[in-house]
């Protein structure tokens, strides 16, 4: 066994260079990284919460982290974490244990406690971009509870991030630690952004560029919606084959795209194969970083297939 942390990094360094293993390190949160400096230099926060279920009209906000830090806009390049803030809140009603179940988290640890609205404020005061690796999930809960992230764009690490193009077959965290080559106890609030930072800071794919440059390039761009509106029953197995969803309150099927160009092409196909060649009048969102993920409705528009 070695017997010190320079025997086992050595250890893990030959056993790491052959190729039928591959060695993974904890995560180290204590490793200080060098300030950036420059004009482009920017504040950015990674946020992450724990809840007592999914459902974010009903469900509450049990634990909020948030990890501030600094980057460069141009190149992408990660610097110092700035400042963090982990705080429990009772949520007023009992936990679920099916919810205890994945973060461990029970109703002793809550009881009387609430989350510093002053300090989370005081952390985002610069920050010009929240990132999140679910924002659908986590935007929804804190923007009621915290009113301050409803004026702050947003970017989504899990969606935004063809992390697949990048060979890696799973967006979940814990996997794309894995292979970033680290380790680290996941399923709290505060470890999860940190993981999170390490794995921004870590080069995409074959490119160079850092992951937090591929989701600041996309958070910029704008995203679309398009509604499927009127469309016959029984194209709701094509249009779920496509990639649609379904939207129950509106009672419409509904698809994501990133460009104009992207709408062109799906209009067409639209047109031809679930409106049988007819033409007839969509509605279009446009949505940017600051209505993404918020749940409310983008700059509408009415198009023709």
Known sequence: MPNSNHDAESLAARLGAHPDYRVLRRLDTSREWPALAGPTVRRAAIVD????????SVDKVI????VAFEYCAASGAVGRVLGTYDGLEDPGVPIPASSTAIHGITDAMVAGQRIDDRSVASLLDTAGLVIAHNAGFDRKFLEPRLPVFASLPWA???AEVPWSEAGIESS????LAYRAG???EGHRAEIDCLALLEVLRRPFGESGAS???VLLDSARAPSFRLWATGSPFESKDVLKKRGYWWEAGKRCWYGEFRSREEIAVELAWLKETVFGGKSVALDVEEFDAKSRYSGRDGKK?????
């Open 49 to 56: 919460t724990e809840t007592t279920g999914t459902d974010h």
């Open 63 to 66: 634990e909020l982290a948030v």
């Open 156 to 158: 989504c690490s899990w």
């Open 172 to 175: 979940k965290l814990e996997y």
């Open 182 to 184: 680290f380790f680290y």
């Open 211 to 213: 992951a937090l440059k």
């Open 301 to 305: 528009e009415r198009v023709r297939t």
